[in-house]
């Protein structure tokens, strides 16, 4: 059976990015390019115009910052998956554009076929990120871990996660797929749908990696037993 392609839109100011990225999408066969804009006023209009399945987005915007385009295509568009695409790869605007509704966060020099890879993981539940972004992360998550290390009141939301949705957090912190818990929990896709928008509830968050932030903030979640 055929996949259908992948559409993909692009806000970003650079012309020789925008230019780079078209050609690189238009020859890839299981991707479709669907349009491209300059600004957060452009892009905002793009994304609920045509309501593509990838949205790569620049925070760094001629009027203002990209993460207004991400907290409002992802309030108003959630099937849209939202990857950064940028030159800053420090922790305050990984962390942010995370927790804006980004899903995926690469920078600016991240080759033509990576790129592809990339998007079409997005699309298949991963949140695809460069080596140095996802270090910054680890090191974030950590470091939060051991400011966080005390016991929970029994109204936490550790004492209300059911073990499968607990097996189902680590087994997302470890960077799978929902396709892949689905097989290694040997269950289907609609009950793996169903157990996440649980954790998700319960946890008070919209994307999986403000789920992997939020348990171990909380506690609930220890980074150094998923080794």
Known sequence: MTREKISV??????????????ASIEKHP???WLGEATCVREGKALALKTCPRVLLVDLG???GSGMEVIQEV??????TEIMVVSMFGDEGHVVQAIEAGASGYILKDTDDLSLAEHIIQLCDGGSPMSPMIARHLLKRMQATEVNTKRKLDTNSAAA??????MELLK???RGYTYREVAEDLNVSSHTVNSHIKNLYRKLSVKTKNE??????????LDMHELD
């Open 9 to 22: 839109a692009l806000v970003d100011d650079d012309p020789k990015v925008r230019e780079r990225f078209k």
């Open 30 to 32: 299981d991707l479709a």
């Open 61 to 63: 915007l001629p009027d």
């Open 74 to 79: 992802s309030q108003k568009q959630p099937n």
């Open 160 to 165: 209300t996660l059911t073990r499968r949705e």
């Open 171 to 173: 087994l997302l912190a």
């Open 211 to 220: 789920a992997v932030f939020a348990a171990t903030r909380q506690g609930i």
